[in-house]
Every structure is written in C-alpha cells, then in structure tokens.
C-alpha cells in the first residue's frame, strides 16, 4: 500500500514525492553553495527551492528539465519584485540581480534632480 501524505492535503500526494522534493532541495541548495538553504513546501503537491541566507533570493526549478528560476525581492514574501529564468541556478541568480541593477539605474536616473 502506498502511504499518502497528510489528509488536509487535498492533493492525494505521496510520501515518497515529499522526500522527492526535500532532495532536489537539497542538492539545489548545496548547488549555489554556502549559505543557501533548501525548503520544501506543499500547495496541492510538494514544491521546492532554495533561499539565500539574507532571504532576498529564492531559486525554483531545476527538476524535469525545466529552466530555473530566481526571484530578488524582500525577505520574507514569496516571490519577488524581479524573476529571471537561466538553464542553471547561478546563471538564473545572475540575470536576476542584473535585472535588479538595471532597474536600480532607471530609477536613481529618474530622480536625479527632483
């Protein structure tokens, strides 16, 4: 018999997807090095990634050939105020940060002189 995770899940998951999930995180987490720690949450599945240790960068994906994807945004709410998607972790926390740069620059440029 298949054991399934908790009944107020809702999604009829099974045990082995949340163990499935708690590795990716891991390994996605060991991935981008020093500091970044794995989580694992359900929302009708389980879904992983990894966060910084300032909080201000989250990484998804990887898993299924799928592209990954890094938000920079406050710490603390889900997602962010930018996403970026790469073929690899650090490649998807590079473009995200360059797009937070970015539009650093268009706004310290719009208020210049106010």
């Known amino acids: 018999m298949t054991k399934r995770c908790a009944s107020w899940c809702g999604s009829g998951s099974i045990g082995e997807e949340y163990h499935k999930a708690k590795r990716a995180a891991a390994a996605l987490a060991k991935q ?13 599945g389980w879904h992983f990634e990894a966060v910084s240790l300032c909080g201000r960068l989250e990484v998804h994906g ?40 970015r539009e650093l620059a268009v706004v310290t440029a719009l208020m210049e002189g106010l």
């Open 62 to 101: 990887g898993s299924g050939g799928r592209a990954f994807t890094a938000y920079l945004g406050e710490p603390s709410h889900p997602g962010g105020r930018w996403a970026q998607h790469g073929k690899t972790a650090k490649a998807a926390v590079k473009a995200v940060v360059q797009e937070g740069k």
């Open 32 to 44: 981008l090095g020093k500091g970044w720690k794995p989580r694992v949450w359900e929302n009708m």
